[in-house]
């Protein structure tokens, strides 16, 4: 979990998130860490390399093989460091409690790395160094383990976990942010050779303990190691660049490569000296910033991914390969993830394209609602648009505890939003959750006083993890039963998760990595905050979330696909959704240009684009659909500014909005008129063979009026429900064998639906409602086989399976079972039509056997 940069909150703050408490107390950390000497040789165990098998870990087909078969893993994060030796076991004892089947921890360089500099991993100095015992101890125990030896992995630790030293002694890779301003935070320059000397000694005494302690078929170990944590996330929150002497000579090589003689074109500092051309990029004009905005964080995915290399090679010289690599992606806050894809765009080419790579997410959302459902679910798509097709998705850092980051009894997350947060991550093909953090602990005094006000190694007073299901004194917290239920069930599930792939309705939504190239902006330049202004209010999820928000709750099961891959074939997307401002690059414009003319169909949401990401006037999209933008429109006090619906939408009410782009049209038919002029800001306009639906107002989530839009481009949600409240949504997947799981969510509070489900008119479940509760999810089995048994469909969710037999939890007063074959349960009201059996229970729990 990373560190933020707003000032510290104070004890009475209330209503707080994990990343809002903890990152105002990080701000400070950046200061202080612990072993303040010079460094020396590491001392680490040696491994037995030379009979070591490779670690049967491996993935494809978005799925993640363990010994020979697909897996699901359900983790949970345990730092070592902050407990002592004696309570390992307890702690391990609890994650078995609750059901987990490997344990996560960080490997902090910070807590190894002793006061006179040198390294220790086997306890020689204090006994919570001994990592190969805790590793061993976890082996003992029959859990895997996940590894995250950073070198930075902040777990609001001092320094992010790197020592102090490393800056101290290395001056050069601490650069400064614009304008020669002090850096902020406890970044450094990943690529300065001083610094990866550095990392290159720390890797060389940990890897080896964990290169010993690879799981192998038959001996439980370590399946994956996580390179570095949430890698750039320092810059991008405090907007400080980190531009040392080194960065700025490599992009400026990059600048020459990537552009050559039109340099010149771009910037005016082209053909300058060297200096000259760091002083103009460390204090840009207004008439570039915004192209420098764009091209330091195009150039920056670059450097990071050949960080990444470094790691990944120094982690094979200790010993580490035949497992996966994983790469933790930052970005949610505030119990939303609006600015989640800043991370994925920053580290996409770190994993994608990059074998034996997977990414995974990092996320505090607190409860899952109407009001951020649409976050997790984008989180998945987005992350999943940018992967590989082999690569499944993961989830690093999920947050399980009770949201009470700051212990001020001022938060707290309901029960049911693991259970149901859990339950999305698994219809949208997560392989891999982590409950962070699973268990706390305590922050050690660090070898030597350097009063910083506390002397311990982390920045949250002595106790840490207040928020956790197993609290730092190691008893069961608020959320522990939460978790428990959460983790069984999967584990209950995971024969039938572990093949399961999302399936999809004809509609996709756009994904614009380059619309989140925002990290680093140039403050008070005036065409850099233009495009921030205009793309944070629309990129991704369309103005309010309205257009990702209806898609979810109107029906659809859609996935991402990324814009910047390629063309898009309407073969393969017939219908394509694009949530976009006034900035979107030449080259996409062309695209969607050349996908509506081949017989695509788009919807568009937010404004028709006009320019390109540098802030220069590009009009092909605008061209194509035949729409000349005037002027744009704002609510403003005592002006209620509002569109009336025409044509096809016709006979929906008036509706109050906060900005209309307002449009000259050639062709097509206008949909949406502001009010008072009578000028169009919706149209439904024919392109070559294709057609678009533009809204070019942030107009509301009105499911007749978004889903009405998808109906007049042919796309209709296959899988349908019969609940009259929003909230209700439902999701399937289709393992190996053609089985199919459907995923049903309500998350409404307390309004609980019986609903019919129909797929293409058809019903599903025989016709039976199921009944779903508010604030829950419920995984049901359509022509799955278990335990024997070829289960047609079940009203009622699998709660374990046997030889021959399959245990149920009812969701409703009565379940309905319908088995092709012979079975029985004891108690049910049995009939047979057609070699099938049907078993109406009504039990809480019960079994079904074969025969």
Known sequence: MPSGLPPAVSPGTTGTRRRTVLAGLTAASATFAAGAGTATEAVAAEPDTGSRPEADVTFGDKQLWIDGAPTVVMAGEIHYFRLKRADWQSRLDRAKEAGLDTIATYIPWMWHETGDGSLDVTGRTRPERDLGAFLDLCRDNDFKVIARPGPFTMAELKGEGVPLRVGKDHPEIVGTGWDGAEATTAALDYLAPAYLKEVERWYAAVMPVLAERLHRKGRPGVIACQLDNEIGMLAWVSNGPNLTTGLLADFNDWLDATYGDGLKDRYPFAGASADERDKAIRAPKDAYAAALMHDLGTFMRGRFARYVDELKRYAHDGGVSGIPFLINIHGTGGGTAENFPIGISQLMETYAGRPGMIAGADFYLGDLDLHNVTDLYLINAFMDAVADDDQPLSALEFDAGHADYGNTLSDQSDAESTWLKTRLCLAQGNKMLNYYLFAGGFNPKLDEPTGDGNDRIGITGERHGFAAPVDPEGRRGVSFEPARRSARSVRALASLLATARPEYDDVALAFVPDHYLTEYHPPGRDKADAVLADVQSTRGYGPGGALTRAMLLGGFRYRSINLQAGDVDPQDVPVLALATGEYLAA???????????????????????????????????????????????????????????????????????????????????TILRELTTGKGCGFDIPVGEGRAVVVATDYRCDLDFWLGAFRELGATPAVRHSATRPGVFLLTTRDADGGRLLHAFNVTSGYAENVAVTEKGKALFGGERLHIPGRSAAILPLGVTAGGLRLAYATAEITGVGDGQVTFRALGDEAVVAVDGPARCEGAKSSSEGGRTLLRVKRSEFTVRKG
Not at 590 to 616: F, H, I, N, Q, T
Not at 647 to 667: D, H, M, T, Y
Request: hydrophobic fraction near 40%; include cysteine.
């Open 587 to 669: 080259a996409l414009q062309k695209r969607l240009v050349r996908y509506l003319e081949a017989g695509g169909k788009l919807l568009l949401s937010g404004k028709v684009p006009g320019k390109d990401m540098a802030g220069d006037t590009c009009t092909f999209l605008q061209e194509a659909l035949g729409l000349k933008p005037e002027k744009t429109m704002t609510d403003a006090d005592r002006f209620w500014l509002s569109v009336s619906a025409h044509g096809w939408a016709e006979g929906i009410a008036e509706i109050r909005v906060g900005k209309a782009q307002l449009c000259a049209s050639s062709r097509g038919t």
